[in-house]
Each structure stands twice: as structure tokens, then as C-alpha cells.
């Protein structure tokens, strides 16, 4: 008579501790946020303008020296964050991260953008200078933790892009950092 109240205790347990499991913590809030170091971040200092591939409309980035990214797009969207890195998402089964050789790392912490389900998401992006005034860059669609294999091909969770540089000043944000509701 004991054996059915201690099964149900039993999976009890096992189904409150998968639901734990389950629960993705915002990934903002549960890691230490490293920054790119300043030497290489000052290299993307400026504001960058191109297409996303496959596509024609001209999308404009800007990254300044205390880290703020600005990306806009011709129709309306917008994404303000805080480049940072985290090697923690986005990698291989092995603990690696795979981006396209020769590539910088550079994620972005949205905390503002048109589209308000994506404040306090992170977007994991990988670039790499083609000139000294072009560039390549790709960023997941924030959230979403994958990482640019290619810079050729977009997709609905990664955009890859062609940019180059239109001013070696940063655009002005336009936000201030909030906290995601849960």
C-alpha cells in the first residue's frame, strides 16, 4: 500500500526538477558580460551602412567607445544594446565557438528596439574587416543563440551583412537601458 503514495511522491519530484531544468534564465542576467577589448572595439567605432544579403534595403550601424551598438533599418526597426561577449552562448557541443575564420566576436545585449519582445535578449553576432572601410558582419535574431558559420547566406534567425563605413562618428542613441518583464 506504500509503494503508490512513494511512485507519485517520486515523479513528483522528477517533474518539478525537469520544470527547473526547463527554465531559461535570461542570458543578461545569469552570466558575467565581458567586454570586447577597447583596441579592437575602436576598430568598428563609426557608422556602418549596407544591405542585408539576398536583400536591397540599406540598414545603418553604429558602434561608439562606451560600447553602444545603434542598428537601423530604412522601414522602421530598430535594435540599441551593449556589445559585450558571451562565449558561454552560441558554441559548439565541445564548449567552442565556431564563426567563419579570421572573425571577431561581438554579441549585443538589446535592451531597446522596435520590437519590444527582443529588450533583454542578447544577439550574438561575428564579423570580419574586408577593407579598412568595409565590412562583413552577421548577427542572430535576438534571442536566438546561433552563430554565423558563413557570412553569405541570411536566414529568418541570422542576417549576414556588407557595410561600409559612412562616418567615423557614432550615431546618437536614441534609448535608455530597461529591464526585460518576465
Do not use: N
Not at 500500500?1 to 527547473?20: D, E, Y
Not at 536566414?155 to 529591464?179: G, Q, W
Amino acid at each position: 500500500m506504500c509503494r503508490i503514495p512513494l511512485i507519485l511522491f517520486g515523479a513528483c519530484c522528477i517533474l518539478s526538477a525537469c520544470h527547473r531544468a526547463s527554465e531559461k534564465a535570461s542570458p543578461v542576467e545569469s552570466a558575467l558580460v565581458l567586454r570586447p577589448s577597447a583596441e579592437e572595439f575602436q576598430k568598428l567605432r563609426g557608422q556602418w551602412r549596407g544591405a542585408e544579403v539576398g536583400r536591397s534595403a540599406e540598414w545603418t550601424f553604429s558602434f561608439d567607445d562606451t560600447y553602444m551598438v545603434i542598428v537601423t533599418s530604412p522601414d522602421g526597426e530598430w535594435y540599441q544594446g551593449l556589445a559585450g561577449l558571451h562565449y558561454e552562448l552560441g558554441g559548439a557541443g565541445d564548449g567552442s565557438i565556431h564563426v567563419p575564420p579570421g572573425s571577431g566576436v561581438v554579441d549585443v545585449d538589446v535592451f531597446g528596439s522596435s520590437s519590444k519582445e527582443s529588450d533583454g535578449e542578447t544577439s550574438l553576432g561575428a564579423y570580419y574587416f574586408t577593407g579598412s572601410h568595409e565590412l562583413k558582419l552577421c548577427a542572430s535574431q535576438p534571442g536566438v543563440y546561433v552563430r554565423a558559420l558563413s557570412y553569405d547566406v541570411s536566414s529568418p534567425t541570422l542576417r549576414c551583412f556588407r557595410l561600409a563605413k559612412i562616418a567615423d562618428e557614432p550615431a546618437i542613441s536614441r534609448a535608455l537601458p530597461v529591464e526585460k518583464q518576465d
